[in-house]
């Protein structure tokens, strides 16, 4: 599995990075088949409290996943993102 993180108008901390890593391979314990995980992290104009967006695109061979959230940090809309992700491999395998 790839994953593949951009940090949008900012520079990612190595924690940021390593906590979206952890939450990529979890997220591989629910399809063996995931062959990326694209991560997109921007800070939203203007700035308010939730700025933070998370777009994650995961690929599989049937085809992709997305979800987008906004939060107050990068790891929460990361959580967010991950746990809408999971829900819908859930869905995807039933």
Do not use: Y
Not at 17 to 32: G, M, P, Q, W, Y
């Amino acid at each position: 599995m790839d994953v593949r993180i951009q940090a949008i108008n900012f520079d990612a901390t190595e924690k940021l990075v390593a906590f979206a890593n952890k939450k990529a391979e979890r997220l591989a314990r629910h399809n063996t088949t995931i062959s990326t995980v694209d991560i997109k992290l921007t800070v939203v104009k203007p700035e308010t409290v939730r700025n933070k967006e998370a777009v994650i695109r995961v690929t599989l061979p049937q085809g992709e996943h997305v979800a987008n959230k906004v939060a107050d940090t990068f790891e929460e809309a990361i959580d967010l993102c991950f746990e809408a992700l999971e829900h819908q491999l859930e869905r995807k395998k039933d």
